[in-house]
């Protein structure tokens, strides 16, 4: 059984910093060298009244994708010995306060994948941003 466990949501001040970690349990990946997983991880978030929208992304081959609206301020990282998926958040902003929630696919995606690509889903954390 799939399960990903999100932390490290808060309220912090507009200009503040968070750093988010998601730990994947009974996946099923393979993995080629250093590079190819067929597993794939994003964070996404969903603030009230909006639709769930892509923040960042790793994809099968490694590659990170960002949201215009957090490039330059938030980095994300794969420990695939770990499977855990970090977000770290800086020069956060208000209009940045949603639910944020982690997903991966157990099949190969590229790119900035749509939220509906993902199939499991963490339970979500919190993140308010006050000016």
């Known amino acids: 059984q799939v399960q990903l466990v999100e932390s490290g949501g808060g309220s912090v001040q507009a200009g503040g910093s968070l750093r988010l970690s998601c730990v994947a349990s009974g996946l099923s990946c393979v993995v080629s060298g250093l590079k190819y997983n067929t597993c794939s991880m994003g964070w996404f978030r969903q603030a009230p009244g909006k639709e769930r929208e892509g923040v960042a992304t790793?994809?099968?081959?490694?590659?990170?994708s960002f949201a215009d609206s957090v490039k330059g301020r938030f980095t994300v990282s794969k420990d695939n010995a770990k499977n855990t998926l970090y977000l770290q958040m800086n020069s956060l902003q208000p209009e940045d306060t949603a639910m944020y929630y982690c997903a991966t696919s157990q099949r190969p995606l590229y790119g900035f994948p749509h939220p509906d690509e993902y199939n499991y889903w963490g339970q979500g954390t919190q993140v308010t941003v006050s000016s």
């Open positions: 790793v994809d099968s081959v490694d590659s990170t």
